[in-house]
């Protein structure tokens, strides 16, 4: 078979172009050359490697798993089963970001990196932050060292650690976290099925993570340090009063682009 014909088994839109996008992944080329060669037959053993990466698709595994990369605020960024596939509502959280912390220079740590895209997109746009990555798990730190080595973001430390542990005291102007928070009986979990759960899923109601970020969270910032957190979409009442009953102040919750309250920032004073 050739590469025309290939393509156009699919039916709908979207599956032709995951299906032109496995095609790249099994031919080593880039996505133009799908376009430029038409007429190439398939070796043998491109065809069957192709056919296997279908196959996994249509068992739901996510194409990004598949393809071994994704993309991520216009950057592109490795990607293995040991970390979140990352979400366009973290997008809102590095916007949010660099149009609120403008200066040069500022102390950011970032627990639980996953893939890094948090950490690494920040010091792309902020080469001269001094910043830290956690993560429990040291294959999700493998992940983000080599998406922070192809961005090459150079200011970016990383630590393997459950939350704060070996983290000093009264030392970051800003600590940011995508933690876990999905309730360990979510229905939405199945759909998921192909994401760590170490990543997704923190206690019964999806909290445990959080409580603990913002619970240690004054003893590690600065004052007038800041934590922003994503969470979910119906987390944002009890995030807010979490940071209250922990004397922060200015606290304020941002909606994802479905408007749901996806993310709060509270300041230590
Ligand atoms: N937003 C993700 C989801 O619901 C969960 C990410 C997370 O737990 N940090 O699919």
Redesign the pocket.
């Known amino acids: 078979m050739n590469i025309k014909q290939i393509c156009s088994q699919a039916s709908a839109t979207t599956e032709r172009f995951e299906r032109e996008l496995l095609l790249t992944h099994a031919l080593n080329q880039p996505r133009a050359y799908l376009y430029s060669h038409p007429e190439k037959e398939l070796s043998q053993t491109e065809f069957e490697l192709f056919n296997q990466l279908l196959q996994r698709r249509e068992q739901g595994e996510p194409i990004a798993y598949i393809l071994g990369e994704t993309e991520f605020y216009s950057l592109k960024f490795y990607i293995t089963p040991a970390v979140?596939i990352p979400?366009p509502?973290t997008e809102l959280l590095i916007d949010y970001v660099l149009e609120n912390f403008k200066q040069k220079k500022l102390c950011m740590w970032e627990l639980g990196t996953g893939s890094g895209i948090i950490s690494v997109t920040l010091a792309r746009h902020r080469p001269d932050w001094d910043i830290t990555a956690t993560d429990i798990s040291e294959e999700a730190l493998d992940v983000a060292k080599k998406n922070a080595h192809f961005h090459k973001a150079h200011n970016i430390k990383f630590i393997k650690s459950n939350w704060y542990e070996g983290l000093d005291s009264a030392k970051a102007d800003l600590i940011i976290s995508?933690?876990?928070?999905?309730a360990e009986n979510d229905t939405?979990l199945n759909e998921?099925r192909f994401?760590p759960s170490l990543?997704?899923?923190?206690g019964k109601e999806?909290m445990d993570a959080i409580k603990t970020i913002i619970q240690e969270a004054k003893t590690h910032l600065k004052s007038n340090g800041w934590v922003l957190l994503?969470h979910?979409y119906d987390q944002a009442k009890w995030v807010q009063n979490s940071f209250r009953e922990n004397q922060f102040s200015e606290i304020k919750t941002m909606d994802d682009l479905n408007h749901h309250p996806r993310m709060t920032i509270a300041k230590n004073v």
Not at 178 to 182: E, I, L, S
Not at 199 to 202: G, H, Q, R, T
């Open positions: 979140l979400r509502e995508n933690p876990p928070y999905v939405h998921l994401e990543a997704l899923i923190s999806g994503e979910g």
